[in-house]
Every structure is written in structure tokens, then in C-alpha cells.
């Protein structure tokens, strides 16, 4: 199984480093940690922090951002 499916978002940032992630994204760390705490990075954080996994050989999965998720409903607006 892949290590990435059972991670959350404290231990990817554990992973790859916090300040790893500041830097990438040009945050301070409180924002990091701010993140961490509602347990989901911000979806402009993805691509910072998909380079950083792909540095590391490990998945990034869209599950630790906040992303607005696509309607299952098959009457939504299109």
C-alpha cells in the first residue's frame, strides 16, 4: 500500500518539512501551522507542495487540500 494513502496532513508536513513548505510557498510558518490545524492545506499550496513530495518519491494527494470537490449531482450547473 502506498505509505501516502495513510498520511495525514501533520505527518506530510512532518515528512517534507515545515519550513521546507514556508519557504516553497513563501508563507511564514505560522501559516503552516495554521493549516495543519484546520488539518488541510490551502489548494494554492498544491503545487509548492506536489514538488516537494515528487523530491521525496512520495504521493501527494489531493485529500490534504482544501479543494472545492466536483457535484455528484447529475442537475448541476454546468
Known amino acids: ?14 515528512l517534507i518539512g515545515r519550513k521546507e513548505i514556508a519557504d516553497m510557498i513563501c508563507v511564514g510558518p505560522t ?3 495554521n493549516a ?6 490551502p489548494a494554492s499550496w498544491y503545487l509548492g507542495i506536489r514538488t516537494l513530495c515528487d523530491a521525496r518519491n512520495v504521493e501527494c494527494r489531493t485529500a ?3 479543494m472545492v470537490q466536483p457535484s455528484t449531482r447529475k442537475d448541476a450547473a454546468a
Do not use: H, K, Y
Not at 1 to 14: F, P, R, S
Not at 36 to 41: E, N, P, S
Open 36 to 41: 495543519i490545524a484546520r488539518g488541510a492545506f
Open 1 to 14: 500500500m502506498d505509505i501516502a494513502l495513510m498520511m495525514n496532513v501533520t505527518q506530510i508536513a512532518d
Open 31 to 33: 501559516a503552516v501551522s
Open 64 to 66: 490534504w487540500f482544501a
